[in-house]
């Protein structure tokens, strides 16, 4: 069983930053991947970054790339989520998620909320 407890959200003008963190603790020995989500009001939660624990590859979705960098520090168990240049579309709860398993998301943290003014 892994536990995920995110920090970092709150509310930011357009144009700012914020740094999210995921700390994970329980069977962490096996992590294959961590990723952040986020769902919008009326909206799919969607994933919008995911880094391999080991090697530390790196993917994001099309509507964050440039702005956001996902890193993971293995010594700490925590991933990071580097968010700027902020817009009000990317106003969320924000999820951090790990995979055990390829191709699966195993584990979710409580979320946090970003909210971005215009």
């Known amino acids: 069983q892994v536990q995920l407890v995110e920090s970092g959200g709150g509310l930011v003008q357009a144009g700012g930053s914020l740094r999210l963190s995921c700390g994970a603790s329980?069977?962490?020995?096996?992590?294959?991947?961590m990723g952040w989500f986020r769902q919008a009001p009326g909206k799919e939660r969607e994933n919008v970054a995911a880094?391999?624990?080991?090697?530390?590859?790196?993917w994001y979705a099309n509507a964050v790339k440039g702005r956001f960098t996902i890193s993971r520090d293995k010594g700490k168990n925590t991933a990071y989520l580097q968010m700027n240049g902020l817009k009000p579309e990317d106003t969320a709860v924000y999820y951090c998620?790990?995979?055990?398993?390829?191709?699966?998301?195993?584990?979710w943290g409580q979320g946090t909320q970003v909210t971005v003014s215009s």
């Open positions: 329980g069977g962490t020995f096996n992590l294959h991947r």
């Open positions: 998620a790990v995979a055990i398993t390829v191709g699966e998301w195993n584990y």
């Open positions: 880094v391999t624990w080991t090697v530390g590859s790196t």
